[in-house]
């Protein structure tokens, strides 16, 4: 039985993750800033803002002593108004924000939980991040959310070749186009698929293949 942290597990991927764990019989850890979505009792719940040193901080005190398995960074933000993140009209505190939640959000959480994870035996963590943050794509609009999924693939890039050592292995993934609050009714995939596809790959992360960009369905993306 492992113990699987997830971060905005209140609603959406987080959620459904957290769902598929603890029906497996593994001990579910669920962060969330907000409403809870669950409407019944999944894991254990705990609040965490992710923007916030002391609430990271807090955590890592409430959690002293206990392994962590599984990290998952799945906390994050779209950013500001579409019209408002355009090369040509930007919101830039609404921008700063979108990186602070998602770039040094997940960061702050993965460095306030290393003793937990290096309490584990091989332990794992992961960051849901996006295609869209791709650097090979010539796509625009979403400029926040597009600059803060590039940034923290490299970020958990470099996580994953300092804790190599240690024998903890990283993974950033694209999730899909998910039928979430996020992703909208007319998205590709429903939220169980994607969730369950991401819960594979995880499983299969070891060291050998630590630090690679993957889609939920396994497949390597370029950067």
Same mark, same amino acid.
């Given at each position: 039985?492992?113990?699987?942290?997830?971060?905005?597990?209140?609603?959406?991927?987080?959620?459904?993750?957290?769902?598929?764990?603890?029906?497996?019989?593994?001990?579910?850890?669920?962060?969330?800033? $907000?409403?809870?979505?669950?409407?019944?009792?999944? $894991?254990? #719940?705990?609040?965490?803002?992710? #923007?916030?040193?002391?609430?990271?901080?807090?955590?890592?005190?409430?959690?002293?002593?206990?392994?962590?398995?599984?990290?998952?960074?799945?906390?994050?933000?779209? $950013?500001?108004?579409?019209?408002?993140?355009?090369?040509?009209?930007?919101? %830039?505190?609404?921008?700063?924000?979108?990186?602070?939640?998602?770039?040094? &959000?997940?960061?702050?959480?993965?460095?306030?939980?290393?003793?937990?994870?290096?309490?584990?035996?091989?332990?794992?963590?992961?960051?849901?991040?996006?295609?869209? &943050?791709?650097?090979?794509?010539?796509?625009?609009?979403?400029?926040?959310?597009?600059?803060?999924?590039?940034?923290?693939?490299?970020? %958990?890039?470099?996580?994953?070749?300092?804790?190599?050592?240690?024998?903890?292995?990283?993974?950033?993934?694209?999730? $899909?186009?998910?039928?979430?609050?996020? &992703?909208?009714?007319?998205?590709?995939?429903?939220?169980?698929?994607?969730?369950?596809?991401?819960?594979?790959?995880?499983?299969?992360?070891?060291?050998?293949?630590? &630090?690679?960009?993957?889609?939920?369905?396994?497949?390597?993306?370029?950067?």
């Amino acid at each position: 039985m492992a113990t699987i942290l997830i971060t905005g597990a209140n609603r959406g991927i987080g959620l459904e993750l957290a769902r598929q764990y603890a029906a497996a019989g593994d001990r579910v850890i669920r962060t969330m800033r $907000g409403h809870d979505k669950a409407g019944e009792t999944v $894991g254990e #719940t705990i609040p965490l803002d992710v #923007t916030s040193d002391a609430s990271a901080a807090a955590l890592a005190e409430m959690l002293k002593g206990r392994p962590v398995d599984l990290l998952i960074n799945n906390a994050g933000v779209i $950013g500001p108004d579409p019209a408002k993140q355009t090369s040509t009209a930007m919101d %830039f505190a609404g921008f700063l924000g979108a990186l602070d939640a998602n770039v040094l &959000g997940p960061l702050r959480v993965t460095q306030a939980l290393l003793p937990n994870l290096r309490a584990a035996n091989a332990a794992k963590v992961a960051v849901i991040s996006s295609q869209m &943050g791709q650097l090979s794509s010539q796509h625009s609009g979403f400029i926040a959310y597009r600059a803060s999924k590039a940034a923290v693939n490299k970020v %958990f890039q470099c996580v994953a070749a300092d804790l190599a050592g240690e024998g903890i292995a990283v993974a950033m993934l694209h999730p $899909g186009w998910v039928r979430t609050d996020m &992703g909208g009714a007319g998205a590709d995939l429903d939220v169980s698929e994607s969730a369950s596809g991401i819960r594979k790959v995880l499983a299969d992360l070891d060291i050998a293949s630590t &630090g690679r960009f993957k889609t939920w369905d396994g497949r390597t993306l370029d950067w």
